[in-house]
């Protein structure tokens, strides 16, 4: 029997995202209420439509069928590819003076979107089918070390150019994405421990190595000398030492972390904002949150985060697409990360990165491309769906009909 439209749509994954969404907005509205009183209604306005056209193409998205979705993985990765070099290009250079990153394209002095978001989807979709297609080639051999490299190295092929990209931006943060997002393939596809333990230890140590360097004084000039941007320099200082720098370099970190603290419990109310926080209504918005409507507010996000990626995880484990599943393994770690970083960093646990809070930063690109990684799972419960239906194994509710003797 074939169901409705409507039946196919899950409604349990929609919910999170739009009370998230609309988290968001009034987030927003009360960031820029106080930051930029007289542009409360484009800035707004502006999110909107960002949210409603994010919307509309992540509806499109959730009728995509695995056939077109894999042979349009190519194309995507190759047009990300080259919208990453538009920002090379096409800058504001006062921008670039204020983040230190080229990630943004500017014309005309107009800032128009960031391609780096959109590369996000189109290499989690890339590696996925990298990975299963290295696994229905070598489904018949017996997985060995020499073969997980070859297959780590596959994955290394298509990430190298991303990450140079990025490198050629200045953007370090966004390159933190991708290779979360690489790691939690690795994971999945089955690559021996043998491999991952001794590369995890190295990371780790290499990370305990940098950072006793970086506490000296001659170490960090040594850092910058061999290459790494003052900028970030000052993000790991600001995050070590967020009040010795409170009135210059940490002067957003330390508003930051004053203005959770002050939330307490229950939060100051709605539109109460004490104190001043550059791009608050962006990376900084948990801080809005925080303040204004204290730990339980704070709560109530992590609690919807948790609740979607819960979702998403069930969505995954009913699935027997294998290319889907990879896709929202890899989407689930670009949430994962971005959730963990940016509430890590203005809570003063993680170095400030820029990574924005997803479905609830102002920012179009992010918006748009968090929504489309959405429809994503839409189209995998969607298929789902519809292979339930043609198996036969749809399960219909039926009303219980109790019919009594008359006498």
């Not at 439209?5 to 209420?33: E, N, Q, T």
């Not at 990450?163 to 943060?173: P, R």
């Not at 972390?257 to 939330?263: D, L, W």
């Not at 970083?341 to 609830?360: K, Q, R, W």
């Amino acid at each position: 029997m074939k169901r409705s439209l409507d039946s196919r749509v899950d409604y349990s994954l929609i919910l999170p995202v739009f009370c998230l969404l609309v988290i968001g907005v009034v987030a927003i509205y009360i960031a820029v209420s106080h930051d930029y009183p007289h542009n409360i209604w484009p800035i707004l306005g502006q999110q909107l439509a960002w949210i409603v056209l994010g919307i509309i193409i992540s509806f499109v998205v959730m009728f995509f069928n695995t056939k077109f979705l894999w042979q349009a993985t190519p194309y995507l990765y190759a047009l990300g590819l080259a919208l990453m070099v538009l920002p090379l290009i096409f800058y504001n250079p006062n921008l670039v003076a204020a983040t230190g990153a080229k990630n943004w394209v500017s014309i005309g002095g107009v800032t128009l979107f960031q391609p780096s978001e959109f590369m996000k989807i189109s290499y989690i979709l890339i590696l996925a089918r990298v990975v299963v297609q290295f696994t229905q080639k070598h489904k018949e051999s017996e997985r060995t070390i020499p073969l997980d490299f070859l297959l780590i190295l596959w994955m290394i092929i298509f990430t190298l150019p991303v990450l140079g990209l990025l490198a050629l931006q200045s953007d370090l943060g966004t390159a933190l994405v991708f290779v979360a997002i690489f790691a939690g393939l690795v994971l999945l596809s089955g690559v021996s421990w043998k491999i991952i333990i001794p590369i995890f230890v190295t990371a780790v140590s290499g990370i305990a190595g940098f950072l006793a360097i970086f506490i000296t004084k001659d170490g960090r000039a040594f850092i910058h000398q061999i290459g790494m941007p003052t900028y970030q320099i000052n993000r790991i200082l600001a995050w070590l030492n967020p009040f010795d720098y409170a009135q210059t370099t940490t002067y957003q970190q330390a508003q930051g972390q004053i203005a959770i603290g002050s939330g307490g419990l229950f939060g100051q109310g709605f539109n109460v904002s004490n104190l001043l926080i550059p791009v608050r209504e962006s990376d900084m918005i948990f801080t809005v949150i925080a303040e204004d409507f204290g730990f339980i507010g704070s709560v109530l996000v992590i609690t919807l985060y948790l609740l979607l990626i819960y979702r998403m995880l069930k969505i995954t484990l009913k699935s027997n697409n294998q290319f889907y599943t990879y896709i929202s393994t890899g989407f689930i770690m670009m949430l994962l990360f971005h959730i963990f970083e940016n509430i890590g960093a203005v809570t003063g646990l993680l170095p400030l990165t820029g990574i924005p809070l997803p479905f609830i930063s102002q920012g179009g690109s992010a918006i748009i491309s968090n929504l489309i990684g959405v429809g994503l799972l839409l189209s995998m419960s969607y298929q789902t769906h519809l292979a339930e239906e043609k198996s036969g194994k749809t399960r219909f509710k039926r009303k219980k009909v109790v019919l009594k003797k008359v006498k």
